[in-house]
């Protein structure tokens, strides 16, 4: 069964000092990305049309986080197989 964050033994601060000041801002720049997309993309004076705002939002808000993660993840795959 999985353990509740109370049971663990480090503090979520404690953990957070062990990743990295890269990843710190890797995962902060994950948040705001969408968010800044988002009001980019909408535009309040053109009639909204949902597939065009929903297609351009995935394109230009998610697709590149989720090609730097995947290839983060890779990466630090291929690392960790040489070590």
């Not at 065009?52 to 697709?63: C, E, K, S, Y």
């Amino acid at each position: 069964m999985a353990e509740s964050l109370y049971d663990q033994k480090e503090s979520l601060k404690e953990r957070w000092g062990k990743i990295s000041q890269t990843i710190q801002l890797s995962i902060l720049m994950s948040v705001f990305w969408p968010i800044f997309s988002f009001f980019y993309l909408w535009e309040p004076g053109v009639k909204f049309n949902l597939h065009i705002f929903f297609r351009n939002f995935i394109l230009m808000g998610v697709l590149p986080l989720v090609i730097f993660w995947g290839t983060l993840w890779v990466v630090q795959g291929f690392k960790k197989d040489k070590t």
